[in-house]
């Protein structure tokens, strides 16, 4: 049976847009990579969506990537059993080819809209463009704001937190995942994505999609704020130096540092953090292979000075209804900018060659569709 996985490879962060799209599919592991040019409007994600349609008819295993601007909107597709990529190349997640004609192939869909008749709308354009900026950036800033927020809670948990016990539940862990593999001369792969985003609908996840296949589930349960990141860096490096690839997926308020998830697609192994934020109930992970999978359920309230919680308990709760505040103040101007660009796309769509761009589908379809599947 087919895999459908979904998950986001670039995030709205306190940093602004952060990408880890040079993670979705490695040069030297890649058949093809497809980059699509075009604007707003030119139909990159139903092309995608398409294309997607017709291999997962083949019953095929598709990661679909989605965009954290519209979680509704993809920005690529990944053919896993052919190893092909197609990604949306244009601002703000560029991505330019590496090895042209040899992986990577570039599609222009600017070739199939009338530039006479867009350029009529120039000046509106270009406002409603500036307008989109000036959104994000007030999203941004707020976001910001939230993680001095965040940092503060995390302060509090990390001072209660019993690190001498916490080490022991991973060192257990460690030992039952990889107590009998040596560690490998050739080190494992780590691939980095977001399985959450911040979008203008609020705070989407994915998670569930990515545990289908999974036989062992550990499910990790943590107040907003708290940081496993010492938890979850000990359990990728131990997979990584035991030759095995790793998916591992960040925190959109922590994007270079923070771990929320792992995915070791060999052990069929996952480790998932449980929150307000992304709130996945063990009766929510899909079946593997048809039959129910182990979940191992790990409270990090255990492993913490409840005295000191309870200390700073007044404390906690303003700072979360601080957070939430400035996530929700985020979150109504990720909308104002999505929808504003929304406007843009209405003066690209009428003027777009939607016959011709099927045509050119139809024959990059053909040409994926000879790439033999593994």
């Known amino acids: 049976m087919s895999v459908e996985r979904h998950y986001f490879p670039g995030n709205n962060t306190p940093l602004g847009f952060f990408s880890y799209y040079k993670h979705i599919l490695g040069q030297r592991e890649a058949n093809k990579i ?90 509106e354009i270009i406002d409603l463009n500036e307008e989109t900026s000036r959104w994000y950036r007030i999203a941004y800033n707020y976001l910001n704001a939230a993680k001095s927020v965040y940092r503060s809670l995390e302060e509090i948990y990390s001072d209660a937190a019993e690190d001498s016990e916490i080490y022991k539940v991973v060192a257990d862990i460690v030992g039952e995942e990889y107590g009998d593999m040596d560690i490998s001369l050739k080190p494992g792969k780590r691939k980095k994505f977001f399985a959450s985003a911040i979008t203008g609908d609020g705070v989407v996840n994915y998670i569930t999609s990515l545990l289908g296949n999974m036989n062992r589930v550990y499910m990790i349960d943590s107040p907003v704020g708290y940081s496993n ?22 925190c959109p308020m922590c994007p270079e540092e923070k771990i929320e998830h792992i995915v070791i697609p060999e052990l069929k192994t996952a480790f998932v953090t449980m929150n307000r934020y992304h709130d996945v109930e063990p009766w929510e992970v899909p079946a593997a292979d048809g039959e129910g999978q182990e979940i191992i359920l790990i409270d990090m309230e255990d492993y913490m000075n409840i005295l000191r919680i309870e200390k700073n308990g007044d404390l906690i709760r303003s700072l979360n209804e601080e957070f939430d505040i400035l996530i929700n103040k985020s979150i109504k101007h990720l909308s104002l900018a999505r929808d504003t660009h929304l406007m843009v796309e209405k003066m690209y769509i009428p003027n777009m060659n939607f016959t011709q761009l099927s045509d050119m589908r139809d024959k990059l379809q053909a040409e994926l569709a000879a790439v033999k599947a593994e």
């Open 34 to 123: 497809v980059c699509i040019k075009g604007g707003p409007g030119t139909g990159k994600s139903t092309f995608m969506g398409r294309l997607a349609e017709y291999f997962s008819s083949l019953d095929e295993d598709i990661d679909y990537l989605h965009c954290s601007a519209d979680e509704n909107s993809l920005d690529g597709i990944v053919l896993k059993n052919r190893r092909i990529a197609v990604v949306d190349g244009t601002s703000p997640h560029v991505t330019d080819p590496v090895t042209p004609g040899a992986v990577d192939k570039i599609i222009n869909l600017g070739e199939f809209w009338n530039e006479e008749a867009i350029a009529l709308n120039k000046n």
């Open 229 to 250: 990141s010492s938890f979850m860096e000990i359990v990728a490096e131990g997979a990584i130096y035991r030759g095995l690839d790793a998916e591992v997926y960040y």
